[in-house]
């Protein structure tokens, strides 16, 4: 049986006709770590399963973001997995203790991500039992190596032939209740009251969960469904155990604002300085150094090289972690459009906490020019730009409003 410990999940703060959609710096990628931060935010995790259909990179991998996003160290194990719902209740399945399972989707009809942290077996609380599985083949939608998509969608071969028949050789809605479908209609299995997520979404299994969970429906059937493959779990807890812990990254939406980007060419990548500030952007992280005649302890960030008293470059740094909240110290908004920059945008110097450090970064979650001085909010990871199909990770300053706190 596999232990559920905690559920993050993550919305962005963003609606065009009252659906949820990305912001120009996000992605995929971006979701995931905050999904994975809700849910680990004391980056405890010795393993990571992303599952999604929109990986950034296909090619290259993007697990060493990933793991810096979520300030786990580049030596823990990365799995990337393509696929949708039943992929996603699958890999948790097969989870082990400390292992965190990631579901993001960026498509036109979902954009959420979610994420289960498993914690370890027969310590109490939600458990999920794997009870049937069932992999057929119904090409009712494919997409290309470019990226087309073919739907052959016909509702009535997918009801009938796909998803009926198959929890009908399963035999699962005749012998056990179930309580959340994710990938099909509840009534097209008989059904009745189960929560349902038609759309098969990677993400939508594990709110799936997550809402079970908080309305304590344990001994139901969950089913992850995709096309005609159908995935079931049991979930279960101990009476008088305490339920997992759900931590729900949802800041309450606002109309998308309008962009603009200039034409031209933007900034050209030079992967050699890509990959020499990789570690300094990405890991947030500042240097300390051990006092001595011309060097305080002051960290400093990014990470550098300093020189003493005596005229010696000094290197031996120790590399401790920022804090991830801070106020505005001072901001602008910059209107002018440019190439690879959706403009306006917002710029802010952030004081961060407990910290002397102060960081220039973008402001994002909230229209350009609403950040003020002396504004609370956290550091987030962002794609900063696309830099010929290579995208440039950051960060960049939510601001805390009053529709949504601040952010793991």
């Not at 155990?241 to 603009?260: G, H, M, N, S, V």
């Not at 505005?328 to 959706?342: F, N, S």
């Not at 973008?362 to 987030?380: D, H, L, N, R």
Request: glycine content about 10%.
């Amino acid at each position: 049986m596999t232990q559920v410990a905690a559920i993050g999940t993550y919305l962005p703060p963003w609606t065009v006709r009252e659906r949820r959609v990305k912001g120009p710096d996000e992605d995929a990628l971006t979701m995931a770590v905050a999904a994975g931060r809700a849910a680990d935010p004391d980056a405890t995790a010795h393993r990571v399963v992303l599952v999604t259909r929109d990986f950034p990179l296909l090619e290259g991998g993007n697990g060493a973001v990933l793991l810096a996003g979520l300030s786990l160290t580049a030596d823990v194990a990365v799995s990337e997995v393509l696929g949708g719902a039943p992929a996603v209740l699958d890999q948790i399945l097969g989870a082990t203790d400390g292992t965190l399972v990631i579901a993001t989707d960026d498509s036109a009809t979902v954009t959420a991500a979610a994420a289960v942290l498993i914690g370890a077996e027969g310590a109490g609380g939600a458990g999920l039992e794997p009870v049937a599985r069932q992999t057929r083949s119904l090409p009712t939608t494919v997409r290309a190596e470019d990226g087309t998509r073919h739907s052959y969608g016909d509702p009535r071969l997918q009801r009938e032939i796909g998803v009926k028949s198959t929890v009908v050789r399963l035999g699962l809605a005749d012998t056990q209740t179930v309580v959340a479908v994710v990938g099909a209609k509840a009534r097209d299995i008989d059904a009745g009251g189960a929560i349902e997520d038609p759309n098969s979404s990677a993400s939508g299994v594990i709110r799936a969960l997550a809402a079970v969970i908080e309305n304590r429906q344990a001994g139901g059937l969950l089913l992850a469904v995709e096309q005609s493959s159908v995935t079931a779990a049991k979930l279960t807890w101990d009476d008088g155990t305490q339920a997992p812990w759900i931590a729900r990254d949802e800041a309450q939406a606002r109309e998308l604002p309008t962009f603009r980007t200039a034409d031209g060419t933007g900034i050209p990548i030079s992967l050699p300085a890509y990959a020499r500030a990789f570690e300094p952007k990405l890991r947030w992280e500042a240097a300390v150094f051990d006092e001595r005649p011309g060097i305080d302890t002051a960290p400093q960030f990014p990470p550098r090289a300093r020189v003493a008293e005596d005229g010696g470059l000094v290197t031996d740094y120790r590399l401790e972690p920022l804090p991830r909240t801070g106020t505005v110290y001072t901001q602008t908004t910059i209107r002018i459009p440019v190439p690879d920059l959706p403009s306006p945008y917002s710029i802010a110097v952030i004081q961060l906490d407990g910290s002397p450090v102060r960081v220039l970064m973008k402001v994002t979650g909230v229209p350009a020019g609403e950040a003020t001085i002396g504004q609370a909010g956290s550091v987030v990871l962002r794609k900063i730009a696309d830099r010929a199909g290579v995208p440039d990770y950051g960060y960049a300053f939510w601001p805390e409003t009053a529709e949504g706190g601040v952010h793991p």
